[in-house]
């Protein structure tokens, strides 16, 4: 083989392993970090942004969801208030109802609101959530006993 042709093989395996080891790295940081959600996925149909920090509380009325419930899985009974939302869901120790399910991402999913209505958010986890049956790609809107799984585990919206 000539020198050239040696020099151009050297330069694609080199290529091949960087792409590799990018491809590594973004995965980890997305697994980490969550994964970043496009501005037009936001829109309408995506919880409301909020302001300096602060998040958006829904109006209290009557017959409103006022918790998170566990209802299946390792973590059966652990609960969350919605007054603190958005609320993370994963494994992670910033997770406001942290899930011990081989299953669940370090940040997995998070719940928020925008008015009077309740949206779940994939945040680009490994297995994916699932609202019902149904596997979600954007935020999706629940209401009370509508049931999210996350891995092994099934959550509820309850007041």
């Known amino acids: 083989m000539s020198e050239l042709t040696l020099l151009l093989i050297r330069f694609a395996y080199l290529a091949i392993l960087w792409i590799f080891v990018l491809s590594a790295i973004s995965v980890i940081r997305s697994d980490m970090f969550g994964a970043r959600v496009p501005e037009a996925a936001r ?95 954007q935020p999706t809107t629940i209401s009370l006993g509508t049931q999210v799984r996350i891995g092994k585990t099934i959550l509820e919206l309850r007041k």
Do not use: M
């Open 43 to 137: 829109g309408a149909a995506g919880p409301a942004p909020r302001k300096a920090g602060r998040a958006a509380k829904p109006g209290r009325r009557r017959g409103a969801p006022t918790h998170v419930l566990v209802v299946e899985g390792g973590n059966a009974g652990e609960r969350a208030e919605l007054d603190e939302a958005p609320l993370l869901i994963g494994r992670g120790n910033d997770a406001a109802i942290r899930l011990d399910d081989d299953y669940v991402s370090t940040r997995h999913a998070r719940i928020a609101a925008s008015g009077d209505q309740w949206f779940v958010e994939d945040l680009g986890s490994t297995n994916g959530t699932y609202v019902g049956t149904a596997r979600i790609t």
